[in-house]
């Protein structure tokens, strides 16, 4: 895990590097980080909504197709997946945007645990000698492995001359990093027993959580809206159910990981729900779902109107078949008679009248 933290932290502590740079306000570094990432994630939102929008446009059919095979749930599958694959639909796809979140928040994690690393841009061998003074500082090393280096951070705010090996420009810029925003320590970890002095020593920090789960809320309500014309009425219970959990989630991940991730997690919901908003004014699902029924609705007229008109064709047809068939026995009614009134003529003999026993 802390191989892919690094992996997935490298490329993101650029684009933090470059924010902090611009703003110098760890803050509003990590809310412009934000919105670079979900910039780029825009191509993944389109696929999204328009997953979302061309499911709203199946869902007549695959109603049908539900009706028609209740009882055989193999032949339900198998025409669903025809139904897919003819349309071009794939019901994994609107799960990408979410799969491509947690690789940014494991890569964010080590850019906050690491400043030193992604936004001071030290060498590993300096950063490796605060370390190493941190770790004979403390009882037990391994406890603070993943976050050493805000242990030298505040170790060299505390008392600079203890991290004097680390050479002077390291200590300089160690002191100038300011990793506060809004009052908040962003490299702080918010805990539950916070709480218990909440009302004697209140610490802002519990702000971040508490925010995260208030944004994953908003996110969920405009999700539900969006994705309420889309969603099987039978899985719809159980969907609703798993969205408003996603903020309970939100809240007591906020208390597991630094403050700053919090907060990008709360930016990430802020900036998603206002792009779902105008998503949702380009492919809105519901106005597409209300097209394709009214569309699904004319085609079945149209069939049922095409029906009546063969079968009554046909009918007109079978008419006409009649009709002709007793012409023909007139024709050859008329054809035996003339060959009778010419033989009398020619023979001298009486003319018979031509019966129907004579046309069979």
């Known amino acids: 895990m802390k191989f892919i933290n690094s992996l997935l932290g490298y490329p993101l502590g650029w684009i933090m590097w470059l924010c902090y740079k611009i703003t110098s306000n760890y803050g509003v570094a990590l809310f412009i980080f934000t919105l670079v990432t979900r910039i780029f994630m825009v191509p993944t939102a389109i696929k999204q909504q328009k997953t979302s929008a061309k499911m709203a446009m199946l869902r007549p059919k695959m109603t049908e197709i539900q009706t028609k095979y209740a009882n055989n749930k193999e032949k339900l599958n198998e025409e669903l997946m025809n139904l897919y694959q003819k349309e071009g639909y794939s019901p994994m796809a609107g ?7 947690f690789p940014i928040l494991f890569g964010l994690i080590d850019v906050i645990y690491k400043p ?7 060498s590993s061998e300096v950063i490796e000698i ?20 805000l242990y030298v951070i505040n170790g060299v705010k505390h008392d600079p001359s203890v991290y004097s090996a680390m050479g002077d420009s390291a200590v300089s810029a160690i002191q100038s990093l300011n990793l506060n925003s809004f009052g908040i320590d962003l ?9 218990k002095t909440i009302f004697t020593d209140f610490n802002p920090v519990l702000l971040i959580p508490i925010f995260s789960g208030i944004t994953s809320l908003v996110m969920s309500i405009i999700s539900l809206r969006t994705t309420a014309a889309t969603t099987d009425p039978a899985a719809g219970a159980s969907m609703k159910g798993m969205m408003l959990t996603m903020p309970i989630m939100s809240l007591v991940i906020a208390f597991q990981v630094p403050a700053g991730v919090g907060l990008y997690w709360a930016y990430s919901n802020l900036i ?6 105008i998503m949702n004014k380009i492919y809105n699902p519901r106005e597409m779902a209300a097209k394709a029924q009214a569309e699904y609705e004319a085609q079945q007229e149209k069939e049922r109107q095409e029906r009546i008109e063969a079968k009554k064709k046909a009918k007109e047809g079978k008419l006409e078949d009649q009709t002709k068939a007793m012409t023909q026995k007139e024709l050859n009614r008329r054809k035996l008679a003339e060959a009778r009134q010419r033989d009398a003529e020619r023979y001298g003999e ?3 009248d031509v019966t129907d026993e004579d046309l069979k």
Not at 95 to 101: F, K, N, R, T, V
Not at 116 to 122: E, K, N, P, S, W
Not at 133 to 149: E, L, M, W, Y
Not at 187 to 195: E, G, I, K
């Open 187 to 195: 490299t702080t970890q918010p805990t539950w027993d916070m709480f």
């Open 350 to 352: 009486e003319y018979a």
């Open 116 to 122: 030193m690393t992604h936004i001071l841009r030290l």
């Open 272 to 277: 998603g729900a206002v792009q779902s908003v």
């Open 130 to 149: 605060g370390a190493n003074i941190v770790r004979a500082t403390v009882a037990d090393p391994a406890k603070i492995a993943n976050h050493i280096q």
């Open 95 to 101: 799960c990408l945007p979410m799969l491509i979140q």
